[in-house]
């Protein structure tokens, strides 16, 4: 099973702009954020995209989700919505 791919600019986030990590997963700011604290939560196995991860990895990816929406409302009472979202294949970005 490949854990790692060098050419994935996913897998070679440096570990300094990890937010929230668990046991399979890691949450990291998005570098071209469309709103504020934009983050994307990744696995930390490299997959083609969310329909390869295990039933694991989808529950890590959960728990991270949940962290970092309740972190993002303790720092700014001011949001009131959230986009939760995934692009599967090139023409989905
Ligand atoms: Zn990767």
């Given at each position: 099973m490949n854990t790692m791919n060098e050419s994935c600019i996913f897998c070679a986030?440096?570990?300094?702009?990890?937010i929230a990590k668990n046991d399979l997963a890691i949450a990291v700011r998005d570098?071209?954020?469309?709103?504020?604290?934009h983050s994307l939560i990744i696995p930390t196995r490299h997959v083609?995209?969310?329909?390869?991860?295990s039933a694991a990895e989808r529950e890590a990816i959960h728990h991270l989700l949940v962290q970092c929406r309740f972190e993002i409302l303790c720092v700014d009472a001011s949001v009131t919505g959230f986009n939760v979202g995934t692009n599967v294949g090139k023409t989905a970005g």
């Open positions: 986030l440096p570990a300094n702009d990890v570098k071209f954020p469309v709103t504020h604290s083609i995209n969310y329909f390869d991860c």
